[in-house]
Every structure is written in structure tokens, then in C-alpha cells.
């Protein structure tokens, strides 16, 4: 018989914290998969556990640095994979819940921590003998291995350390470490001041008719977050880390809309205690004295020398050929807009918050397409089993079965067993799916446990989305974009549960992030192949299956205001560039201004669409190690949509084709060159015609990377 464990509530309490054989990081958790134990993990437990974890992974790497045995693969390469376990377990069970499930005690356990693990990795990272040991295998790597995993460890590890500034002087070295830990510092403080400028930020309302519009489902919902901030007859729409908020596409008061808006657009601007400004310009400031310490013209260039693009000057020429579609194909969606705002005789000039509300009409009218008449079919659970599960059972034979004996950390998470096409067990799966504010803002994947054969683990992973949570007793009827976001996070899952590397370093996702993106938005394509939307768009009520026109309505508006959304990524791509593109003496002391100076020189910017993030709350490049690296998302559409024709010319959705996607590219992790890995799949390198041809757009000169 299972039980169910019950959600662990992280308040600090009294326990027998003190003694560290009694600390549930201590050891590695006798849970299925290894998986964390947050039946027994407190919050108390975290702060020695990565203490403990720092000490003992700092002596690991000294005894391998001071090993006076000549260098070889096994004793330096093989000894620093082993090295950390116990600081892997606790990092990547603090890193989920600090993320998905904060509170007061673990954000300032973060702020502390964050530079004593900058710390250790610079000690790692620039150590003078350990980076010595490395280069001397490096240097003799044609002779000293022949297994292709084990030279490309030996290459990667070189370069990693080389990039961090294993080779600057001594004195580089120690301004090196202080850039590092201050950097690592606000980037902590920047989380959590964002966390709280997502949930101050979020709109009050007091009088009801200011939602109307809105499905019932949303305004419970609304009226229960209210509840749950103790304002009781009020409702409260949370944030979503974007600019453009859910909701402005059905409210029909302009002026709430416009309150929506500009709450999203100033969350982290208010000039109170939420405000990010001053911390982002600095570690701006930071990132470029970095980079002109390692003799680089800025962090960008710096970098992007392990990604696919190499340059920024090759990011300009890729999104060279792409901006003049998006403008003509996104000056076109608002004129669109503005015809139906003048037809209703409305008076006014479109602005932001304006967009989704009249785009859904322009949608309704184009396609017949109801965004309301669409959610009925899309209830997440069943998203979640008979789509996105049913999706990787058709393409590559996986089988799902819900564990309730496994303890989560917050009472919405699932827990599912993976099994492979012979039925041997492969993955643990979590799925987090509901907002909450405590949460930080997004969807992203991670590993509790990642794949390695050299430590004998299996993968353990998890997907956290920020949808609306119904009330009580109600159905989580969710958007089609909510569906692909769902397909897309478990897109990076499969690449996680997919991985087969004996080194931890090399495994799964750890890949350049101009790659890592590519699985997730290839697997968004199953969301709508016909087979798979036929399984799971059934009504919440009637259990009826999605009526053929309404697939063939959704098909058709698939490229619907893609101008819109593609303009509003780039130009947050090329804000990411241009803050990481600075040079020390560039202060930047008004980041408002910098921000618009930025965007007018883009070639793409439209009054009508804001980028998707602001730099205040832009998350992405100032927390989450997407600096300079925002532009992977449109490199990566490129080389999901490349890949996905190469589906399309060879009888799409299949067992055998899923396979050789499987065995050439989710499964191979970061083991050889990704260009050579792609090519190899693909039979060429990327090209950028197949992404301008299925959003939409007007075909461009050929990219070649």
C-alpha cells in the first residue's frame, strides 16, 4: 500500500540541525532515483549542508591540485567528476525550492551563500597547480585517450577553465575573484528583490466590473489569490515574468488594461525597496571589467566562445536577416489592429495594452478562432498525460506511471515514473505547475539528480510553469500557448532523462545555450500534429474530442501575430547584447534612457510592442546565465525548425524517427562539437529558411553560421 507523503511547509524550525550525521544531505538520499527526501529536509538543514558541501569539495580539489603523481586523465579529469556530490545533492534540491517555493529564511540564506559558492568556484577555477595538471593532459590528449567522451571531457574542462581566467596573473586572479563574488552576490539579491516586485507589483481590484471579460474560472481565481494575501473582497491579478500579462487579452475595460500594463511594466521600478535598477547597472559594470581582464573587448565577445554562434558579430548577422520580415509582418499585425480599433470607432491610437486584446478580435475574425471557445479542450492534466506524454510514448516509446510515495516539496507537485521502451525504469519526473507567490516568475527544467555512469545515478528531473491556479473544485483549463509552454519544458526534460554519459560534466543539458533551447522547441511542434491533439483536446465536460474544424482553425492561425511576438524577443535579445556589449568606462547611470537609446537602434523598434522583458526584470540575463545568451532562443527556433522539416520530408511523427532524433542528438548530451552534432542529423548546417517559412515570414538572404 502507498502512502502520500504529505507537501513539506519550509518555516524554520527546531531540530537536531546541529548534528551533521543526523542532516538529511549528509548522505545520498535511499529514495528511488536518489531523489531528495523533503519529507525530512528543513530549512535549518541547508545552511551547514552547503557549508559542509563547500569544505568538503574544496579539500577534494586540493588533494587532486597537491597529488605530486604525474597528471593523468583518471587521477586529475576523472577524480574532479567525483568531486562535489555532497554540494551537488544540497545546490540542486536549494536551487528548486528557493526558485519554486521560497520564503523570507531561503532568500536570505541565498544572498549569503551565493558568494561563499562564488568563492569555491573561483578557488576551483583558479587554481594555479590543478590548472596546471589540466593543461598538461590537454597538451598530450591525441596520445592519452582514444575514447571520444573522454577527449572531448578533457577539451571542454580546458576551455572552462581557460575562459574563467586560469591563465591571467596572480594579481588579475584576486580582482578576478572579488568581480566574481560581488557579481554572484547582486545576481542573488536580484531574485529575490524581483520576487517581491512580481507580488507587490500584481494588481489589486476592488470592484468586479473592472474584470469584466474575463472567463469565470479566471476571476475565482483571482478572487482566491486575493483571499489568499488576506484581501477579502477584492481580487488580485498576480504578474507573469513577461511584459504582456495573460489576462489583457479578454479584459474589456481599457483603463484596467492599462493599469495591468503599466503594473507589469513598473514592477521593479517603483522607487521602493523591489527596485532593481541600481544592482542590474552595476553588474553591467562588473561583467565588463571581467571581460577586459581576460583581454576581451566586452562580455559578450567573451562569452559566446563556446556557443554555436561564436561572435556577437555572427548573432547581428543571423538576426540581420530576420528583422526586416518581422518588422513588415508586425507593422502589418498593428495596422490590422488599428483597423479595428478605428471600424469600432473607439478614438484612439493603439498602444501596448491594447495589442492582445484586439489581436484576439483580428484572431476571432481572421480565423474564427475563440481563445475561450479553444480552453474547454486543453485541461492540464490531461495536457500533461494524454499529450505531452503521449507524445514521447509515440516518438520514442516511454511509458508514465504517478508515484505518491515519492515526498515533494509543495502540495501541486506530481511525481511520475518514467520507464523506457523495454520497460526498464529511466527517469523520475516532477511536474510543478501552478503559480504561487513565492515562486519566481517563468518555466524553466532542472535536475534534482543528473545521469551519470561514473556515479552510477539516474536522472531525476523536474518542469516548473507559472499557470493560473483554478479555485476550488474547478477545472485548470489552460491557453494553447500554455500547451506549448508544457511541450516545451518537457522537450528540455526529455533531453535531461535522455542522457547516456559516463561524465557528469558532459551529461544531458549541459550543453552551449545557443543548443540547449533546441530540444524544447522542437518538441513544442507534437502540440499540434494531429495524432497527438486528437488525444488529448478533450472537452473538460462532454469528453468530446476536438471537432476537426477547430484543429484546422488553430493550424491555421499558428503563425498569427508571430510578427508581434518575434519583435518583442528580439528586441529583448538585442537589449541583452547591448548591456553586455558595454565597456568598463561606459557608466551607465539612467537605465531608462540606456534602455530606449538601445532599442531605437535596433532597426525593430515599435512603439505598439515592447520587448518581452525589461532590463529591470529581466530575469533571463542578470540571474539565470542567459547573459549575452538571450539570443538562443531564436537560434534555436532556427535549429528546432530545420530539424523538425527534416521530420516533415520523412513521414513525421514516428517510432523509428523518434529514435534517431533520440540516439543523435537527446541522448549525446555535450559529448562532440554541436554544430558537427546537428549536421550530422540534419545533413547540413542549420539553415534559417525553414524557421521563415513556418512562422510566417518573408524568406531572407541564406544565413550561414
Known amino acids: ?51 559542509e558541501g563547500i569544505k568538503q569539495q574544496l579539500n577534494e580539489i586540493n588533494k587532486i591540485a597537491d597529488n605530486p603523481a604525474t597528471p593523468t586523465f583518471d587521477n586529475t579529469i576523472v577524480a574532479m567528476e567525483k568531486a562535489g556530490q555532497l554540494l551537488n545533492r544540497v545546490t540542486s534540491a536549494f536551487s528548486a525550492v528557493s526558485g519554486a517555493n521560497t520564503n523570507n529564511t531561503l532568500q536570505k540564506l541565498q544572498e549569503e551563500m551565493a558568494p561563499k559558492l562564488a568563492g569555491l568556484n573561483n578557488e576551483i577555477l583558479l587554481n594555479t597547480k590543478l590548472f596546471k595538471r589540466i593543461q598538461a593532459i590537454y597538451d598530450n590528449r591525441s596520445k592519452s585517450k582514444s575514447n571520444p567522451e573522454a577527449k572531448r571531457l578533457i577539451e571542454v574542462t580546458y576551455q572552462r577553465f581557460e575562459m574563467a581566467g586560469a591563465k591571467l596573473s596572480e594579481t588579475d586572479k584576486a580582482a578576478l575573484k572579488k568581480l566574481n563574488e560581488e557579481d554572484a552576490s547582486l545576481s542573488a539579491r536580484f531574485t529575490n528583490l524581483l520576487v517581491g516586485a512580481n507580488k507587490e507589483g500584481s494588481l489589486v481590484i476592488s470592484d468586479q466590473s473592472e474584470l469584466e ?56 521600478e517603483r522607487n521602493d525597496s523591489n527596485d532593481t535598477r541600481q544592482i542590474l547597472t552595476r553588474m553591467a559594470s562588473i561583467r565588463a571589467e571581467k571581460a577586459k581582464l581576460m583581454g576581451f573587448p566586452s562580455f559578450a565577445a567573451w562569452k559566446l566562445q563556446d556557443q554555436m554562434a561564436k561572435t556577437p558579430e555572427n548573432v547581428d548577422r543571423f538576426f ?115 503559480k504561487r507567490d513565492n515562486k519566481r516568475g517563468g518555466a524553466w527544467m532542472s535536475n534534482f539528480v543528473g545521469q551519470s555512469k561514473l556515479l552510477g545515478t539516474k536522472p531525476v528531473v523536474y518542469n516548473v510553469c507559472n499557470f493560473t ?12 500557448d500554455d500547451v506549448r509552454t508544457m511541450f516545451h519544458e518537457f522537450g528540455h526534460a526529455l533531453h535531461g ?11 544531458g543539458t549541459r550543453v552551449a545555450r545557443d543548443f540547449v533551447e533546441f530540444p524544447s522547441q522542437f518538441n513544442e511542434h507534437w502540440a499540434l500534429d494531429a495524432k497527438i491533439l486528437k488525444n488529448y483536446a478533450i472537452h473538460y465536460k462532454t469528453g468530446e474530442l476536438i471537432p476537426q474544424t477547430l484543429v484546422d482553425k488553430i493550424k491555421k492561425a499558428s503563425s498569427f501575430n508571430t510578427g508581434y511576438s518575434l519583435a518583442e524577443q528580439i528586441q529583448a535579445s538585442l537589449l541583452d547584447m547591448r548591456w553586455h556589449k558595454l565597456v568598463p568606462e561606459q557608466a551607465i547611470r539612467d537605465v531608462d534612457q540606456f534602455e530606449k537609446e538601445a532599442l531605437s537602434s535596433t532597426g525593430i523598434n515599435l512603439p505598439q510592442v515592447p520587448p518581452r522583458y525589461r532590463s529591470s526584470y529581466f530575469s533571463h540575463i542578470w540571474t539565470n546565465n542567459y547573459s549575452a545568451g538571450y539570443y538562443a532562443y531564436q537560434w534555436t527556433k532556427m535549429l528546432a525548425e530545420d530539424a523538425y522539416s527534416w521530420f ?57 553560421p
Not at 27 to 46: C, G, M, N, T, W
Not at 419 to 433: E, T
Not at 497 to 507: C, D, G, H, K
Not at 697 to 702: C, D, E, S, V, W
Request: charged share 25%.
Open 469 to 480: 491556479k483554478p479555485a476550488e473544485g474547478q477545472p485548470a483549463l489552460i491557453s494553447f
Open 1 to 51: 500500500m502507498s502512502c502520500v507523503f504529505p507537501a513539506v511547509t519550509l518555516t524554520a524550525q527546531s531540530s537536531n540541525s546541529g548534528d551533521w550525521s543526523l542532516n538529511p544531505f549528509s548522505k545520498a538520499s535511499v529514495l528511488p532515483y536518489q531523489a531528495p527526501d523533503f519529507s525530512k529536509i528543513r530549512d535549518e538543514h541547508y545552511k551547514p549542508a552547503l557549508e
Open 648 to 704: 516533415e520530408e520523412n513521414n513525421g511523427l514516428s517510432r523509428a524517427n523518434g529514435q534517431r532524433f533520440r540516439n543523435m542528438v537527446l541522448s549525446r548530451g555535450n559529448t562532440e562539437d554541436l554544430a558537427k552534432m546537428f549536421r550530422a542529423f540534419r545533413g547540413h548546417d542549420p539553415q534559417i529558411k525553414a524557421m521563415q517559412k513556418n512562422l510566417g515570414l518573408t524568406p531572407g538572404k541564406a544565413f550561414e
Open 213 to 268: 471579460g474575463l472567463s469565470t474560472s479566471d476571476v475565482a481565481a483571482y478572487a482566491e489569490a486575493a483571499k489568499s494575501r488576506k484581501l477579502q473582497g477584492k481580487w488580485v491579478i498576480p504578474l507573469q515574468n513577461t511584459t504582456q500579462q495573460p489576462a489583457l487579452g479578454s479584459l474589456n475595460k481599457r483603463d484596467t488594461r492599462q493599469k495591468l500594463f503599466e503594473a507589469s511594466w513598473n514592477r521593479a
Open 497 to 507: 532523462m535522455f542522457a547516456s554519459q559516463t561524465y557528469p560534466t558532459l551529461s
Open 320 to 434: 540581420e536577416q530576420l528583422i526586416p520580415s518581422v518588422v513588415a509582418k508586425a507593422t502589418q499585425e498593428a495596422a490590422d489592429i488599428q483597423k479595428v480599433i478605428d471600424d469600432q470607432k473607439a478614438g484612439f491610437q493603439l498602444q501596448p495594452w491594447d495589442w492582445d486584446y484586439y489581436a484576439e478580435q483580428v484572431r476571432k475574425a481572421k480565423y474564427d478562432l475563440d481563445a475561450n471557445e479553444v480552453k474547454p479542450y486543453f485541461e492540464l492534466t490531461t495536457v500533461l498525460e494524454k499529450g505531452v506524454f503521449y507524445a514521447a510514448n509515440q516518438l520514442y516509446g516511454l511509458t508514465f506511471k504517478q508515484r505518491h510515495d515519492i515526498p515533494v516539496y509543495q502540495a501541486d507537485v506530481k511525481v511520475y515514473e518514467v520507464f523506457d521502451a523495454d520497460g526498464k525504469p529511466l527517469a523520475l519526473f516532477y511536474g510543478d505547475y501552478y
